[in-house]
C-alpha cells in the first residue's frame, strides 16, 4: 500500500487557498452528516451536476437553466462518503500547495474553479444520458494534478509505503505517481462503474492545458522560483 502525504511546499506564502477549499469541504460535509443521510440525499440532487439536465442548459436560458449550470460548482463541495471526503482533500494537499505558491491564491482558486466547470462539462458531453446526480471535488483536483505534473514533474512527493509488517516514507517523482494515476483513469474508464472517470480525465487534461492561462506575468518571477527548485522545500 502507497499513500502520498506531502508534496512540493510553496516558496511564496501559506497556502491559503488550498487550506481554505479543504476546509470548506470539511465545513459542508460535516453539515451532512447533521442533518441526516435522507436531507443529504435529497441535498446531493439538488446540488450534485445531473449530466441529462445539463445537456439540455441553454447558453441563455431561464432562471432554471442558470440553477442547473449552477450545480457545476456546487457538485464540487459534495461527497458521499469518508473515504470519498479524505481521498480528495488528500490529493489537494499534496499537489495543490506548491502550484498555489505559484499561481498565486486568487489564481490559483479561480484555478480550481475552472478545472470543476470543465470536467464536468466534459463528463456530461460524454454521459448526456446520464440521470444520476455527480458530486465530488475530484473533477477540479485532477485538474491540480495535471498542472503539477506540467509544472512540477521532478517534485519530490513523501510517499507513506506498507509492505507486510514494514513502514517506510520514501520520495517519488510527482511524474510518477500522477503517471500511476493517469493510468488507473484509464483503466477505470474501461472497467465502467459510478466512478466518473470521464470528469477525472476531463479536468486532469484541462489542468494539464490550462494553467497556463493562470500564471502571472513572467515579468514578477513568480512561479519560476518554485519550479526551478523543486528540492528547496520549507517544511512546517
Known amino acids: 500500500m502507497v499513500i502520498p502525504i506531502r508534496g512540493l511546499a510553496s516558496q511564496n506564502s501559506w497556502a491559503f487557498a488550498t487550506i481554505g477549499l479543504i476546509s470548506l469541504n470539511f465545513v459542508i460535509f460535516f453539515f451532512q452528516l447533521h442533518i441526516g443521510q435522507e436531507a443529504a ?6 446540488g450534485g451536476a445531473i449530466p441529462a439536465k445539463l445537456s439540455q442548459v441553454k447558453l441563455f436560458g431561464s432562471g432554471q437553466s442558470l440553477k442547473l449550470a449552477a450545480t457545476m460548482f456546487t457538485s464540487l463541495f459534495l461527497h458521499a462518503g469518508w ?3 479524505l481521498g480528495n482533500m488528500l490529493f489537494l494537499w499534496v499537489f495543490g500547495e506548491a502550484l498555489e505558491g505559484e499561481l498565486g491564491h486568487w489564481r490559483f482558486l479561480g484555478f480550481y474553479l475552472f478545472c470543476g466547470f470543465f470536467s464536468l462539462l466534459i463528463h456530461s458531453l460524454a454521459a448526456s444520458k ?3 446526480p455527480i458530486i465530488g471535488a475530484s473533477g477540479a483536483i485532477a485538474g491540480v494534478l495535471g498542472a503539477h505534473l506540467i509544472r512540477f514533474p521532478q517534485a519530490p512527493v513523501q510517499t507513506l509505503v506498507y509492505l507486510l509488517v514494514k513502514v517506510k516514507i520514501i520520495a517519488i517523482p510527482a511524474y510518477v505517481w500522477l503517471g500511476f494515476w493517469l493510468l488507473l483513469q484509464f483503466y477505470g474508464l474501461r472497467q465502467g462503474g459510478p466512478v466518473a472517470w470521464f470528469a477525472h480525465l476531463g479536468g486532469f487534461f484541462t489542468g494539464l492545458l490550462g494553467v497556463f492561462l493562470f500564471l502571472p506575468d513572467a515579468s514578477s518571477g513568480r512561479g519560476q522560483k518554485t519550479a526551478r527548485r523543486p528540492k528547496n522545500r520549507r517544511r512546517r
Open 130 to 132: 446520464l440521470s444520476a
Open 83 to 85: 473515504v470519498h471526503l
Open 41 to 46: 440525499l435529497k441535498l446531493f440532487w439538488q
